[in-house]
């Protein structure tokens, strides 16, 4: 009987733990915007060949193209976050890196050194809010969002101002492949993404890369005397965010081979950090889950997807995501979750009371 | 009393006098601000001979009047350690609005009033989302930020004109009070120059001569703390980001009137403005030390960027990381003067 | 003591955390002009009880009546407008604005629009302040120019000001040399003679024996006993505090023989000359294989700021560090614990544990990080580590995939010695490594330490508690005001009071430098 209990118990435990997973919710989000989509638009799961581009074609193949940049950015902002900070800039370093490349392109470099020059310059916007918050101790949102600022002013000093086309130019075949192309019948992009996501996956979960960055972000004074080099690690992940948002940055002007220094990265530093808080990384810091963040990136992908096709006006989007992140963040919050508890507890009171003054 | 409290008493006020007759490192920041702007000032008038002219004078009271406003509004949450991202996409939603009800013939009273009413809203939103459900103020500000640049572009993606003869004209309309042969010498100011002073007078009495002032100062300096002196720090919060949203509105209304039309993109990176008057002012962006007029003097020093860039030659592109520079520079001096008055 | 009415009764409180009982129908009344004490272990529930007092946890059941009229607390604020003031053991003001505005911060003084008139607000300030016989302070002054002590007497002016009926004083003392609460303890006097209601809680014995008149003690979240101060002998406390008789207490670590250092054999660390400006004045020690050293002086002297020198946790300016017939320059804790040094910090909460992650992270990371962030320890091997020492330290739950926090501060430290020791280090300094445990786990710790020096490493014990000092140690290094005063070898001739008298009876500044 006791046995049988216990049994009953744990399994009443594990579906609870399952409701409660981050990941389990976005799955179900994940398949419901799809449903959504698919009584709009009939044909929104259907997948065809096309013999021209050599890979599937479909809406959902382009939702996954676009997931690319969304993967990238979020990876690198869930390593920024855990350790308690926050990267506000990587849609400027998006815009800067595609600035670079673009300019180089034009100016006729070889597309390798183009694409090479975009990564360092990124890395090094990296490095630069790395610096400035390890080495001079400034808060991250404050440093990144000088940075937000001037990686902008820096994009438009590349191009001179202009928004830099170089999709005429001779010999940019790689870098359109990168986000065009396919593998297999799938977006390269999308699995140069996952790839990439998985190499900061392995990272940090077979070294001892994540346990670090994690015990930074939650106590740097506690980590300092274990040994560990908090420093080195905020220098780290802010440089890692930095490069992958050059990647994203190569994702995003690469399909069409331009770069619009306002528009190219305009708000994806929030599409990030709500891919984190879909994800279930705490903003606060500490354990991250790079998983939940990919699958985050790509319910954004999908969200976006969804309000093309029910044909939302485009100018829409940030109030939608904004409302997306407050309903996420308002059911993260303690007070929601102790909500029953609390009511619990008024109802004792009440009862007692009752009691006392019979 | 027992002979140890007053060998206690006596290091005391060693120490206490000592103190005070010093000066105060945090003043420091604002010090230097006012140095600097001093000296963009000079230097503008050595080499370009047009900045230390009444005309200069009224037209960076003139054209900034909203920028003074909205470093007002930004100080309030900066002193908490909290910041307010949303201003710029109030301004850009209320004025938006504010255009769309005169052009549809509202009476620009009634305009201006709905303008301040949305402001009002959303500072109220944003101090919800912090207060009731735990998300830090620049979360909360970022989402309330873009719901009201979405909001905003539904709108209208158009640049809005104000209509001919609105009730919006008598806030821009220039009131001379010398006037020049030479209209580089007039000194001119209009309403909106009034409103900014009001409201910097405002945020003067706010923070120095009230309750819910000190409760700003307080939570700055520590909010566990002030909630245990039994401090009001939740309606207190409520307070600061209902006051920067409604502070917004205003700046839009100056705004607005001033430009005579309105568009979505209105008040882009504004709020990085406002940090940047706030922070090169000499609050500091840990919060607890800072004062508006300070504050004002930012607003100042950055409203004299451009024209000295432009006077310079320097490209338009490069005014954003300019400011960058600046506000970096700012923040590294707070730091190293707070870590100086650690060390004391 | 019958005629009075009491101001504050507490009835039936019960408080309860997701899946714990904090207290369980915990009763508490207050008398005007009296010194109550609240007495237990830690997690006792004593804070708790505070902070249900004081409006910062919401009560499950039970009742609180202040001066007859029943309150549901919603926050602070309620319990501050129903005369509950509260200064807490790490003050509670604001250190960026000054003295006089901390005392009267929200009861500022206002003139009719509603303006703060700034000049009376001092003047009242400084009224408050002289009645407590602070009259010297300068209102303006900042706050953060006093010392602790002193921001303590303003936070305890601050309750006259709200006109306070019942002052909550939580661990007043524990920052405070002998002086100062002394200070403090003449103030309290004061207070209490104005008829206010005194709630005491402290971990120290003689303080509570000296000033209460009460006690109400707490076990595990329940209610034990009420009783009268000067009726109940020390042991008869001590035994309703941990509910076991005091003869088992007394049997808890036996001193045992000193370890000599062999003729002719070398320190394994030396160190000469050996400080830092502001913080400790240049030390001259050595420390040998299997030692076991204290440090002995009160808070302040120096003894945690000497640690970690020798860690690097903060950087020697001044002399030279000898470990193992090397030089050495530690100038990070990372230095120290690839030299096989390791410090287990006073200050567990912030500098020690790491609460988000589990028992088994918490373990294994000085270890990694001597190793570096890209070669992790192999599965196998730190499985065998961790299991290891949660089996000879006894941490309780001994599941190591249990977030650390979770547990309780005795087992936190116990994870804290294990996190050290899986580092494998020569010189292990342990500071306050009992402190704010329970007394079961206070002697299992003591009992690893003599183990760890019986297995041959070199170890600093630093406590506030002399008798545990005298008991563990070879040698006791005596610290007083930032200087080494004395170095005293540990024989059946040294008591806790001859260190007393060392302490009480050196004076700092004739025969040494400065």
Redesign the interface.
Known sequence: MAEEKKNAEEKTSSFKKLLSSNLTWSVVAFIVLIIICTIFDHGFLSLKWNTNTGGLAGPLITMIQESARYLMIATGMTLVISTAG?DLSVGSTMAVAGAVAMQMLIGGSNVWVAILCALLVGLLIGCVNGA?VSI????P???T???M??G???A??IT??QNADASSIAGIAPLRWMANGFIVGIPANFIIAIIIVAIVGLLAR????G??I??VG??P?????????PRRILFMVYAISGLLAAVAGLFATASVMRVDVVKTGQ?LE?YA?LAVVIGGTS??G??FSLLGSAFGAIIIAMIRKTIITLGV?A?????????V??IV??MQ????HNLS?EMK?KR??KA?SKA?AA | MSGATAKAKTTVRKSGAGKSRHLDPQMIPTIAAVVIFILMLIMGQVLFGTYIRLGFISSLFIDHAYLIILAVAMTLPVLTGGIDLSVGAIVSITSVVGVKMTIAGTPSWIAMIAMIVIGMFFGLLAGTLIEEFNMQPFIATLSTMFLARGISSIISTDSLPLPQDNNFDWVADPIKIIDNPKIANDLTFNMGVVIAIVVVVFGYILLHKTRTGRTIYAIGGSRPSAELMGLPVKRTNYIIYLTSGTLAAIASIVYTANIGSAKNTTGVGWELDAVASVVIGGTIVTGGFGYVLGSVIGALVRSTIDPLTSDFGVPAEWTTIVVGLMILVFVVLQRAVTAFNKKE | MTDKKPIVVMKGITIEFPGVKALDNVDLSLYPGEVHALMGENGAGKSTMIKALTGVYKINAGSITVEGKPQLFKGTLDAQNAGIATVYQEVNLCTNLSIGENVMLGHEVRDKIGMINWKKTHAKAAGFLAEMGLGSLDTHAPLSSISIAMQQLVAIARSMVIDAKVLILDEPTSSLDANEVEELFAIIRKVRDSGVAILFVSHFLDQVYQISDKMTVLRNGKFIKEVVTKDTPRDELIGMMIGKSAEELSQIGTKKTRREPEPGEKPIASVHDFGKKGSINPVDMDIYKGQIVGFAGLLGSGRTELARLFFGADKADSGSFTFNGHKLTVADPSTALRNKIAYSTENRRDEGIIGDLTVRENILIALQATRGMFRPIPKKEADEVVDKYIKELNVRPADPNRLIKNLSGGNQQKVLIARWLATNPELLILDEPTRGIDIGAKAEIQQVVIDLAGQGIGVIFISSELDEVVRLSDDIEVLKDRHKIKEIENDDTVSQETIVQTIANTNVNSGKEE
């Open positions: 926050i400035l001079l101790g400034l808060q949102f404050i440093t969002l000088i940075m600022l001037a902008r002013g820096l438009k000093v001179s101002g077979k070294t001892a890369m346990m670090m994690e015990s939650i106590n004074e506690a980590s300092r005397m274990t040994g560990i080099k708000d929030m950090i903003l606060l500490g354990k006006d100018a829409a989007t940030p109030a939608f995501f904004a409302v992140v407050i963040c308002v919050a303690p007070k929601v508890a507890r004792a009171l007692q006392v």
